[in-house]
C-alpha cells in the first residue's frame, strides 16, 4: 500500500485514526505560510525528508517541493513550535539519490547556524537564508553524520567518495571537532574501524557526547564517550553478540544518563530491538527490555525525563514507547510497505517530532509528524500554504 493512503492506529489511551497523506482522523497542526519578517510562503507541494530543533520553539525541515525543473530542495522554518513556517533558502544540492552527491540531513547548532549534509556538506550562518558548500575536514570526501549543540559541532567524514564500494575503499571514517562561530577543525581521538560506511552515531548532549559505530556480524561494536569534548575514553557496549546484536543509536539526556539501543537477531520484516539505560555515561547499563519484534532499521530518542520511543521500520512502519521498567507499547502501526522514519527526536519534555516517509525516497510522504504528551500520540503538522489558526 502507497504510504499516502496507509492506515495508522494510535494505541495510547484507546485507539485512534490518524491524518495522513489526506486520511481523515485526529487533528491536524495549523500553520500559517507566512509569519512576518520570517521568510516567503511555503510552496505547495512540499514533503519532509528532515528536521532539527535546536531550541523548543526554533525548528527548521529540510524537504522538496515541485518547481519548474521538477523537485527542488527547499528549507521550511518556525519560530513558534510548529505553529507557522516559512520558506528560507536552500542549499544549491539535490536531495541526495542513493551513491550520488546531495543532501538528506540538515542539523542547526542555534537560531543562526546551521548544516545541510549527506553526503556533501554546506553551512548557514544567517538561519538559512544563504547556503554556501563548505571544505571537509581531513581530507573528507562525504560526510557521514553531524551533532552540533553547546556551542560545538562534531562532524564525521569519510575518505571514500559517494556511492564507492567499501570493499573498494577500506580507509577508516575520522570524526572532527569545531567551535560553531569562528573554530577550526580539530580531529577527535578516537579509532574507528575501516569500511564504517554510513554507521558512524554522533549524539550530543550539551558538552556529554558518544560516539559509535555497530559491529557487523557480531563483530564488536565501537563505542567512546567524553563528558568534555577533549577527553575521550571508551566505553562497554551492551549488546549480545551472541545474537549479533548491534548498537545502532544512542540517545543522551541530562545528567549523565543515556539510552543505548541494539538490534539483532533479524528475521523476515523482524528484529529483536534491545534498549539499555545508563546514569553515568554508558559505563554501566541496565535492562530497559525489548520492544516488539516488527521492524528492523531502528531509532532512539528520549525526553529528559526519560520515557524512550523506538521507531522501526521493514515491511511497515512502527513507533514503540517505554515510560518506565522494561515494558514497551506500540503507538503507531502504519501498514504502509515501509516509508520508514527520519529524524525521531524530542524539545522538550513532552513535545517531539518525527518525519514519516521521508522524501528522498521515491513516492514518499514527507509529512512531519508531532507529539505534545511525550510520544503517546502523533499528529500531523501542516506546513504549507494558506494554512489558517496557528498551532499550539
Not at 513550535?81 to 547548532?109: C, H, Q, Y
Not at 538490534?263 to 535492562?287: I, L, M, N, P, Q
Request: hydrophobic content about 40%.
Amino acid at each position: 500500500m502507497r504510504a499516502s493512503r496507509a492506515c495508522t492506529r494510535i494505541m495510547a489511551a484507546g485507539t485512534t485514526a490518524l491524518a495522513v497523506g489526506g486520511l481523515t482522523g485526529a487533528p491536524v497542526l495549523a500553520a500559517d505560510a507566512h509569519p512576518p519578517g520570517q521568510g516567503r510562503p511555503v510552496p505547495a507541494g512540499f514533503r519532509a525528508q528532515s528536521t532539527t530543533w535546536p531550541l523548543p520553539r526554533y525548528g527548521w525541515v529540510l524537504g522538496s517541493a515541485p518547481c519548474t525543473t521538477g523537485q527542488c530542495t527547499t528549507v521550511v522554518t518556525t519560530r513558534d513550535g510548529g505553529g507557522t513556517w516559512s520558506a528560507v533558502g536552500a542549499p544549491a544540492a539535490p536531495l541526495a539519490p542513493p551513491g550520488e552527491a546531495g543532501v538528506t540531513e540538515i542539523r542547526f547548532a542555534d537560531p543562526r547556524h546551521g548544516w545541510a549534509f549527506g553526503p556533501s556538506f554546506f553551512r548557514t550562518s544567517d538561519g538559512g537564508r544563504d547556503w554556501r558548500e563548505a571544505p571537509l575536514p581531513g581530507n573528507g570526501r562525504r560526510v557521514l553524520s553531524l551533532a552540533a549543540g553547546a556551542g560545538t559541532v562534531y562532524v564525521a567524514v569519510s575518505p571514500c567518495a559517494p556511492g564507492e564500494e567499501p570493499s573498494a575503499c577500506r580507509k577508516p571514517p575520522s570524526v572532527w571537532r569545531a567551535g560553531v562561530r569562528h573554530g577550526k577543525w580539530r580531529r577527535v581521538p578516537v579509532k574507528l574501524p575501516a569500511g564504517a560506511a554510513d554507521g558512524v552515531v554522533i549524539a550530543l548532549h550539551h558538552r556529554t557526547a558518544y560516539i559509535a559505530v555497530p559491529g557487523p556480524a557480531g563483530q564488536p561494536d565501537t563505542f567512546f564517550a567524553s563528558v568534555t569534548g577533549r577527553r575521550w575514553s571508551p566505553r562497554p557496549s551492551p549488546c549480545d553478540k551472541r545474537q549479533a546484536e548491534a548498537l545502532v543509536d544512542v540517545a543522551p539526556m541530562p545528567r549523565g544518563r543515556v539510552a543505548l539501543l541494539c538490534v539483532g537477531d533479524a528475521g523476515f520484516s523482524k528484529a529483536t530491538k534491545h534498549v539499555f539505560r545508563s546514569a553515568d555515561t554508558a559505563r554501566t547499563t541496565s535492562d530497559a527490555g525489548t520492544t516488539p519484534r516488527f521492524g528492523i532499521q531502528s531509532g532512539l530518542a528520549a525526553t529528559p525525563a526519560g520515557t524512550l520511543v523506538v521507531s522501526s521500520v521493514s515491511s511497515g512502519s512502527w513507533l514503540y514507547r517505554n515510560t518506565r521498567g522494561r515494558n514497551w507499547g506500540t503507538v503507531l502501526d502504519m501498514a504502509d510497505g515501509g516509508s520508514g522514519w527520519n529524524d525521531l527526536l524530542f524539545t522538550t519534555g513532552r513535545d517531539g517530532f518525527v518525519v514519516y516517509g521521508p522524501a528522498a525516497g521515491s513516492d514518499r510522504a514527507g509529512v512531519l509528524l508531532a507529539t505534545h504528551d511525550a510520544g503517546g500520540h502523533w499528529a500531523p503538522v501542516k506546513i504549507g500554504p494558506s494554512a489558517a489558526g496557528g498551532g499550539r
